[in-house]
C-alpha cells in the first residue's frame, strides 16, 4: 500500500484540461504523464509531497476522520475536499480553485503548531491505520509546513491546487 500524497500548485489551464476530460481513466493518465512528469522534472517548486502524512493532516484539519465532508471549511479542503476529479479506489484526486487556495492559504497561517497538536490528539484512533505518536505527530507537522508554504505560493499566483494521492 503505497499511499503517497502530493499537493500541486497548477496553472488555470492545466486544470481547464485536467477538468473538461471525461473519463476518469484519461484524467488519471493526464495527471501521471502530463502533470506529474512536468512538475517533478520542471516546477517543484510547485510542489509538496505529504507522503504518508496527508492521512494524519486531514484528519487534523478536519473532524478526526477520513470524511470528506469533516471538519469546517477551509480547513477541510486542505486535503482531500475539493472538486473530485477521480472516484477509483486506486487514487484521490481533489482539486481546490484559486478562491479556495486564498481561503485555505489564509487559514493555514493560523494554525499554531500547539493548536494542531491538539488537533492530531483528536483523531478517530480506531480509524487511524498509523500510530498516533509524537514521531508521527512530528511528521505531520513538517509535512504540513510544505504544504502550507505550497498554498502561500498558490494563493500569491493565483493557481489551483491539486491534491493527489496512489492508493
Not at 6 to 12: E, K, N, Y
Not at 118 to 143: A, H, K, M, V
Amino acid at each position: 500500500m503505497s499511499c503517497l500524497g502530493v499537493h500541486f500548485a497548477i496553472t488555470a489551464e492545466e486544470a481547464s484540461a485536467i477538468e473538461h476530460l471525461d473519463d476518469e481513466q484519461d484524467r488519471l493518465f493526464h495527471l501521471q504523464e502530463v502533470i506529474e512528469e512536468q512538475y517533478f522534472e520542471n516546477q517543484r517548486e510547485y510542489i509538496a509531497e505529504s507522503d504518508h502524512a496527508w492521512d494524519a493532516m486531514h484528519r487534523s484539519l478536519a473532524d478526526g476522520t477520513l470524511d470528506l465532508n469533516g471538519g469546517v471549511y477551509p480547513l477541510n479542503h486542505t486535503v482531500l475536499a475539493g472538486k473530485l476529479l477521480y472516484t477509483g479506489d486506486d487514487y484521490i484526486m481533489s482539486l481546490k480553485s484559486p478562491k479556495d487556495v486564498e481561503s485555505i492559504a489564509q487559514a493555514l497561517t493560523e494554525i499554531s503548531e500547539s493548536e494542531f497538536r491538539d488537533r492530531y490528539n483528536r483523531i478517530d484512533t480506531p480509524t487511524y491505520q498509523g500510530e498516533l505518536s509524537e514521531e508521527d505527530f512530528q511528521y505531520t507537522w513538517d509535512s504540513l509546513q510544505g504544504v502550507r508554504e505550497l498554498y502561500s505560493r498558490a494563493a500569491s499566483e493565483g493557481r489551483y491546487v491539486l491534491f493527489t494521492a496512489d492508493q
